[in-house]
């Protein structure tokens, strides 16, 4: 299946290995900017294997879809979106645009362990998923 990962940190590199390896083709990878000179582990583990890598800061203005960035977006002709440890704030045009829309994963229970250590939170807690 097409899929285009949307997401960020070692997280959702590991998702997206896990995707390859069973065989999914995945069509591009959406993530943030680099930080500091510092590219996100999805974008370098995709960069290396030459996947399509896309970094937008924001996929919507003032409440409404960028019509550049969802046309990039579209442009990969992905069936399915999987959105591993997404941070952003993605229009419902993307999340639905397409075939099979999207799978989105968080690895907290939430809103109870939302935020930048949510794994780490989920640990310490105890909590099973």
């Not at 949307?6 to 590991?14: H, L």
């Not at 409440?63 to 990039?72: A, C, F, R, W």
């Not at 935020?115 to 939170?121: D, E, F, L, T, Y």
């Amino acid at each position: 299946m097409k899929i285009a990962i949307i997401g960020q940190s070692v997280f959702a590199s590991s998702v997206y290995q896990l995707l390859q390896q069973n065989g999914h083709q995945i069509v591009g990878v959406f993530t943030i900017p680099d930080v500091n000179n510092r590219e996100d582990p999805l974008a370098s583990v995709a960069n290396s294997d030459g996947v399509p890598v896309f970094k937008f800061k924001n996929w919507r203005t003032k409440g409404q879809p960028i019509p550049s960035v969802l046309e990039k977006y579209k442009s990969v002709g992905a069936e399915l979106n999987v959105m591993p440890y997404c941070s952003q704030f993605i229009p419902m045009e993307v999340v639905q645009y397409p075939k099979h829309q999207s799978i989105i994963y968080h690895p907290s229970l939430l809103p109870k362990h939302r935020g930048a250590a949510s794994i780490n939170w989920t640990i310490i807690s105890g909590d099973k998923l």
